[in-house]
């Protein structure tokens, strides 16, 4: 299944490269090739460290610049959002609602991915294989138009002069772009913004203290019985959720060649023939191919239990909604537009073939996606609104 992600890749940079360079990513330079980096992001000895392109390494200063990025409204046509109106740390930088209004009121078509430990990710969003970095993925909620989000294609000069013009920027771009000589441009705007977001690393859950540091007391006899149903061959979670991020999609220093997988987990069917609804149908999107339909990037894992709504498009409310999606071997919707049987989805992976639980299972393999929860990434001060408060 990863090897056969990993040749997507390959395949959709060649065909799809005029829909990034139609983004807006071809306006930043080349960042060139992935090296392990050297800031101290504060990890476990356990963890390794993330990789970075060499072309933008992660430092202090490029930080603290795109912590103010991050929260500034300036970002936005009309000064009325940032990237944290979508991406709220106390949520695990998700926004708890299924798809996210831009400036225009218009809907994105996928829920707010969490970007704590993004940068353990070898692909960014949910189904575009061409976006590896965040340098490349700012640029569509920054100048996106399909759908408008901050809304600024065409206005990006705009930004610029507003960036310009607050006293506390120039010292800031100095400091973190000295061989600029503190340039303010769209290139050093997104620059900052990926060391930011690469910076926001999760491993201090109860979860990794028990599993990574050898904390017995860390977690509860419910939380263990939940691993072992999670990693069994009855319930199948283990094949796509595994790794540091309970993801198949993983790339760090200790695994610099990376994989990156998409799967049909069988939450819609249209036609009867596997059919996804006409604006939301995955991969297949970029690739073309039928055979992808239906197929998302795996989510992380940690913190799931803060970051509801669920799926790629927010379609499940709670925990117990994708449990039973997944206990029945796919979704059916006995009415509306989207109506069908997703357990009979003929694109549907393999690992998802239904099981049952009993009460006290399904209470058990909950507290165990709950012991994934890190408290401290979720108030931690090195990634929160430097501003003021009005």
Known sequence: MIKRAVVIGSIVVALGLAGLQASGASRVEALGDWVESHFDFRLPAWAPKPLEPRGNPTTAAKVELGRYLFYDTRLSRDGSMSCASCHEQARAFTDGRATSPGVTGEHTKRNSMSLVNSAYFPVMTW??????????????????TEPVELG????EDEMIARLKAEPVYPALFRKAFPRE???ISLATVTRALGAFQRSIVSFRSPYDRYRYEGDVDA???????GEALFFSEKLECHHCHNGLNLSDSERHARNRLGAFAFHNTGLYNLDGKGAYPP????IKEITGRAEDMGRFRTPSLRNVAVTAPYFHDGSAATLDEVIDHYAAGGRTLKEGPN??????NPLKSSFVPGFSLTEKEREDLKAFLRAQTDEEVLRDPRFSNPWPKP
């Open 339 to 344: 109506k069908g049987e997703g357990r009979l």
């Open 152 to 155: 600024l294609s065409g206005r």
């Open 219 to 225: 977690v509860s006899d419910s939380v263990l019985r």
């Open 279 to 282: 604006d939301n149908q995955g």
């Open 181 to 183: 000589k503190g340039e």
């Open 127 to 144: 189904s575009n294989p061409l976006l590896h970095s965040f340098e490349q993925q700012a640029l569509v909620p920054l100048t996106g």
